[in-house]
């Protein structure tokens, strides 16, 4: 498997749904952040969660982390259509450097 | 709220010829990063900066690619005789940090880079 893979690579969901998404990798990682891409545009930060974290909530979204088993997850509650993008997961991993993978993302749909 | 500017938003070019695509990160922050995304594809890291010099940069990221922060507020990305498969939205992100350790990246709206 690649650094950061997400699981699904699309889910479609009825607005007030949650929707969970699972992001796994393979190397030692320092964080692991969540960002939303609406259609052809740019990237929007939702949380940045550290290796030493276990859970973080912002609003209606809620990540873990288990670097145990090198995954994580954004749920997202009570979704709304506009909660509609693709969804990414990035590891800044802990090389010594700074380098951040990104995953190939899910897209999620949430219909009204 | 401050933010990671882009400029162009979009450049056409013709194969063979040099780009240069220019940022202006977040102005207190240290680290500085460029990423493309090709059409429908995932996010690819391209190169990151700290203390004014590459701290990682890919497999993408050849001779054909230079970063340089010229003055104290903008970060530029350039391309030395682009390619047909350099066609893509690159985006440009800045954070700080705190002992070596990254904060959140915050992104640029990206500068579509065309080539004919």
């Known amino acids: 498997s690649q650094q950061g893979e997400e699981d699904p690579q699309a889910l479609s969901i009825q607005e007030g749904e949650n929707a969970t998404m699972n992001c796994s990798y393979k190397?030692?990682?320092?964080?692991l952040q969540w960002y939303r891409q609406n259609s052809g545009r740019g990237l929007v930060h939702l949380i940045l969660?550290?290796?030493?974290?276990r859970e973080k909530h912002s609003g209606r979204l809620r990540v873990t982390l288990d670097t145990s088993k090198k995954s994580s997850s954004l749920l997202i509650t009570a979704s709304r259509a506009a909660d509609t993008a693709s969804y990414f997961c990035?590891?800044?991993?802990?090389?010594?450097?700074?380098?951040?993978?990104f995953g190939a993302g899910t897209r999620l749909f949430v219909k009204a | 709220e401050p933010e990671v500017t882009q400029t162009p938003s979009h450049q056409v070019t013709q194969m063979g010829q040099e780009v240069i695509l220019r940022c202006v990160p977040i102005?207190?922050?240290?680290?500085f990063y460029w990423y493309r995304q090709i059409l429908g594809q995932k996010v690819e890291f391209l190169v990151s900066f700290y203390n004014n010099e590459i701290s990682e940069k890919s497999e993408i990221f050849d001779d054909q690619f230079s970063v340089e922060r010229p003055d104290g507020s903008n970060f530029t990305l350039k391309i030395r005789s682009t390619k047909l498969e350099d066609s893509a939205m690159y985006f440009c992100?800045?954070?700080?940090?705190?002992?070596?350790?990254?904060?959140?990246?915050?992104f640029g709206p990206g500068t579509r880079l065309t080539v004919l």
């Open positions: 102005s207190n922050h240290l680290y």
């Open positions: 969660i550290r290796s030493n974290e």
């Open positions: 190397t030692s990682i320092n964080n």
């Open positions: 990035a590891t800044d991993l802990n090389t010594g450097g700074f380098k951040t993978i």
């Open positions: 992100a800045s954070s700080d940090g705190v002992a070596g350790v990254v904060d959140t990246q915050y």
